[in-house]
């Protein structure tokens, strides 16, 4: 690695408490914690000369390399979008540029995939929640509008609709007196619109002792 001789010489290379960064002394002076890895790929011992474009590369890689392995801690927990990787790593002060740096790493070894992301979280709700609902809450996650759109065409059918509407009224009035209005306010809740409802009603008819019938 070639670094500019009219800069500062590396005098000493210490590694931290926690054993995964090292401290870099530049002519006897503390400049900056690096990943213990990023000083292992850039071949990095005392008496190399660094200049401070070269100083402030090793510390963006480094720092990409910290958020990158938190990121990946935050993935191994359950799949995410890439606004919430965003987020969680705008929360611990990472820079716009490395928060950049890694979503792209991310996305390219694909572990981040909103598509993906969407199609699985339909599958897991939608016997469960109605389009509206999942719509909302796939939004908010950070999965672009269009992107909802086309899975939740792909994934939800009239009679899937209809199945899981039919189940959420069942399921409601399991535990609940028979009342049209609050029927109503609870389905839309679940994001069923009025039409998926009063379908489900028809279905299994209005009168509490048909309702309750399996």
Excluded: W
């Excluded at 000083?39 to 990095?44: D, F, N, Q, R």
């Excluded at 990409?64 to 929360?91: H, M, N």
């Excluded at 992107?147 to 399921?171: I, S």
Aim: aromatic share 8%.
């Amino acid at each position: 690695m070639v670094y500019n001789k009219d800069m500062g010489k590396i005098t000493d290379i210490t590694k931290q408490r926690n054993g995964k960064r090292a401290n870099i002394f530049i002519d006897g002076v503390y400049r900056c914690g690096l990943e213990l890895i990023t000083v292992a790929a850039a071949h990095l011992k005392i008496g190399d000369e660094l200049d401070d474009d070269a100083l402030e590369t090793l510390q963006m890689r480094s720092e990409s390399e910290k958020a990158f392995d938190r990121a990946v801690g935050y993935l191994s927990v359950r799949r995410r979008t890439k606004r919430e990787i965003e987020r969680k790593l705008r929360e611990k002060g990472y820079l716009p540029a490395v928060i950049a740096n890694v979503t792209a790493k991310l996305t390219e070894y694909g572990y981040v995939d909103d598509r993906k992301f969407c199609e699985e979280y339909v599958d897991l709700y939608k016997n469960t929640y109605g389009a509206y609902r999942m719509t909302a809450e796939l939004k908010k996650l950070g999965v672009d509008g269009e992107t909802v759109r086309e899975v939740l065409e792909e994934k939800l059918d009239d009679d899937t609709r209809q199945d899981a509407a039919v189940e959420a009224v069942r399921k409601y009035l399991r535990t609940h007196d028979f009342d049209k209005v609050k029927l109503m306010r609870h389905m839309a809740g679940r994001g069923f619109g009025y039409g998926e409802v009063r379908d489900a009603l028809s279905a299994i008819g209005e009168d509490a002792d048909d309702v309750y019938e399996d």
